[in-house]
């Protein structure tokens, strides 16, 4: 039997900066202490990839020059065979998968299994390799041609920062959490709808934009406004502002001004909401009722919306429901 490993990846949570990654905007996520474990031991490539899930009826068994990832069943193994298209690993193995996410959460789950497989199948490189490789597992698997956030998070994580990203330089900078806080992710009861056209749809959209106006990185206010289809110019002004409101709520989260940070969290929230599109009435009254609740200093969906979660920023204890989360390192093998 060859070698035992245990790697880990955890999930992540965006506290602001959404749908900017493929756009080469500025995101600040956060790698949580909830996510991913793969243990098991490494055979020989002749007896391919078999894992079982704690969560899932059926294992995953794969060989490892594994074809067509998408078209693989059940549906969990898509994400393990992106990993395995992708990394081609020269070793055979054999394991289990735990998750210590809550399913369907919004967490990033999806990138969370991609690189703790990656691990325990032997990438060997940077973070951010681990990152680029995972996001190409996800294109592959889902189809959904999706920005590197979610994978970059889970890589690059660090306790007690967040990561202020640049996606066009690609430089992560690590932002600290104050202490006195709590970030709260709250579920809106809504499944994930849409995911996969309507993302492709708003990628498509940004492109189109940047075709006219040159990179949205760049681009004032007033270049997305004299963009004469509203609608491009409505998603071209949500990325220039967004970006414009992720150094915003770094700096106050620095500062510790919890009412900006807070401010710009619910701006977030509406230019996704009006601007871009990927709110539902769900996540509007969700955003609203947070709002309204004391000790609640900002709230906003996140991820890439069309139902899912909404992350707050609160007092300690402020909410009674949802998952607090912390800041915490990134995907490790070993522990
Ligand atoms: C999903 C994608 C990310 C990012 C967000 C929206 O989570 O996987 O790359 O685009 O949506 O910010």
């Known amino acids: 039997m060859g070698e035992r490993v245990r790697a880990f990846a955890p999930g992540r949570v965006n506290l602001i900066g959404d749908h900017t990654d493929y756009a ?37 068994v794969l060989p490892v020059d594994v074809a067509d990832p998408a078209a693989v069943a059940p549906p969990w193994g898509r994400y393990v065979a992106g990993v395995v298209h992708e990394l081609r690993p020269v070793h055979g193995f054999e394991g289990a998968v735990t998750s210590t996410l809550p399913i369907g959460s919004g967490l990033s789950s999806s990138a969370s299994l991609e690189l703790a497989v990656a691990l325990a199948l032997g990438f060997a490189g940077s973070p951010r390799e681990l990152a680029e490789l995972g996001q190409r597992a996800e294109q592959v698997a889902s189809g959904v041609p999706c920005g590197i956030m979610d994978q970059l998070a889970s890589a690059c994580g660090e306790a007690g920062r967040a990561l202020l990203v640049d996606f066009t330089t690609m430089a992560v900078e690590p932002v600290p959490v104050p202490d006195h806080i709590e970030i709260v992710v709250v579920h809106s009861g809504q499944p994930r709808e849409l995911a996969g056209s309507a993302y492709g749809e708003r990628r ?17 206010l007033e270049d997305a406004e004299s963009i004469a289809d509203p609608r491009l110019a409505a998603r071209a002004r949500h990325v220039v502002t967004e970006n414009a409101r992720v150094r915003a709520f770094a700096a106050a989260l620095t500062a510790g001004d919890l009412a900006a940070a807070g401010a710009a969290m619910y701006e977030s929230h509406a230019s996704l909401a009006v601007d871009f599109e990927v709110s539902t009435p769900v996540l509007d009254a969700l955003v609203e009722r947070l709002r309204a609740t004391p000790g609640v200093h900002g709230a906003r969906l996140t991820g890439a919306g069309f139902g899912g979660c909404v992350v707050a920023l609160t007092d300690p204890g402020a909410l009674r429901e949802g998952w607090v989360v912390h800041a915490s390192a990134g995907a490790r093998l070993g522990d």
Not at 39 to 58: C, F, K, V, W, Y
């Open 204 to 220: 498509a959209s940004c492109e189109a934009a940047a075709a006219l106006i040159g990179p949205l990185h760049d681009a004032t």
């Open 24 to 60: 080469g905007g500025l995101a600040l996520p956060m790698a949580i202490q909830l996510g991913t474990t793969v243990e098991g031991h490494r055979t020989d490539a002749a007896a391919g990839i078999r894992l079982t899930s704690a969560d899932q009826p059926d294992p995953v």
